[in-house]
């Protein structure tokens, strides 16, 4: 660093990063954006404490100070400081400024994903703590796989597409004892169902950041810190299909690291053309749902990716998923009913006694298969439904039409109140829950709106 020398009187503002047992003292590190300095005292601090240190420079070589006066700073001196000193780190950090894939969505987000690429190289370096909840499907578990090529974090699998307000206390519980933590939602949260949530976590003061491609709630970007979503880019047509995995994929590639094949699995996962998948993906994709469906415990992120390494159990797993989607598709393809509505083919599948609950695939994943099975160009929907369950798969052809599943489903929300529970997804996939006995009359009044 220019301007020091040794022996000079220094004051230094920083974060504290780390620190060790150093005889009857402790070393501290001690981050102040331009330099990491440390420190010895017999006084006791945290990681992410913020101090200003008073004293002599010692040495040169590794910046150490013989402090004379510690001052731990407190209340909003302490935001200040972080937000200055990540301020520094994000300036002095290099980042890429190349996309992996140049589309609509890359583009006009470029900025958002340097932004969040900053964000989270400042966080590491910071040693922030940092929680990750990630959707349990393929496009989810690649995106965190993604971040996990640059960043150390607690991963959590998130096997609802909400962030409820349950999740939330548990969250500020968990997060009360860490000092400036920041959460990170991938593939999930920006929905209406989640604001309550993430009200809750603004109101606990936590940092927080959204990378979504869910049909975004408008209430969502004056609840988080940072919000990565294909649907804040006006004109965009398509939203979903920029997933949240192959955001995430953008984001780690501008941070230096390899993501192409994650960005691949991540589209595939959710049948986006975005980042061209291939056969090798799309198998890869189906083994990360193959094994989201059948985890029951949260912290499964290293296990995933132990799997995508090992051949055999790889290929076994696969084979297993694929013949057991097989098997669905058998049971369920006697029972489609076709019929035709404003020039939109529809199939309607019955799912109770094809999927068994709990069990892979779910009705959602046979629904898929049913919808790929009777693919065509002209515009048709494919509607599987169970016990308080409705789910809506739609083809390019449907969508030229102008039809949305999002905003049809809003609508049955808001005109079937009663019955209609709860409801969500993207325009050419979406899901309803109703009340039970109200499946059948509910497909008939979402298929009227196609009128
Ligand atoms: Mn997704």
Known sequence: ?????????????????????????????????????????????????????????????????????????????????????????????????????????????????????????????????????????????????????????????????????????????????????????????????????????????????CIDHHPLHSDVKSNVNILLSPWTVEGLEDQSKYTAGYLASEIANMCGVETDNLAKIACAGDKSDVASPGEEDRKTALVLDYLAAHTSFGNSLEFYADVLKKEELYSSIYSQASEKINEALERALPKVKKSEKNGIIVYVVPLDGVVEPKQFPNRSKVTTAVFEHFKTDSPMITIGYGKRTIILRGNDGFLKKGYSFSEIVKKLSSDMKDFVMSGGGHAKAAAVRVEEGYEKSTIDRLIEELG
């Open 1 to 209: 660093m220019i301007g020091f020398s040794e022996g000079q009187k220094i004051e230094v503002k920083g974060i504290i990063t780390y620190s060790r047992g150093f005889g009857g003292e402790r070393k501290y590190f001690l981050k102040s954006g331009d330099a990491t300095f440390c420190f010895r005292s017999r006084d006791s601090f945290g990681n992410g404490d913020v101090v200003s240190v008073d004293g002599i420079l010692e040495s040169l070589t590794d910046f150490i100070i013989k402090p004379e006066k510690i001052i731990l700073l407190e209340g909003k001196e302490v935001d200040d400081a972080y937000e200055g000193i990540e301020k520094k780190i994000m300036d002095k950090t290099e980042i890429k400024d190349s996309l992996l894939f140049e589309n609509p969505a890359s583009t006009a987000l470029k900025s958002k994903i340097k932004e969040v690429a900053g964000k989270l190289i400042a966080a590491k370096e910071l040693n922030r703590y940092i929680l990750l909840r990630f959707h349990g499907d393929a496009d989810g578990i690649a995106g965190a796989l993604a971040l996990r090529k640059f960043l150390r974090f607690r991963a959590y699998q998130q096997n609802s597409a909400v962030y409820s307000p349950r999740d939330a206390v548990n969250d500020l519980g968990n997060l009360h004892h860490e000092n400036h933590p920041l959460i990170v939602l991938l593939d999930f949260g920006t929905n209406e169902q989640s604001i309550d949530g993430l009200k809750l976590l603004k109101a606990g003061g936590l940092e927080v950041i």
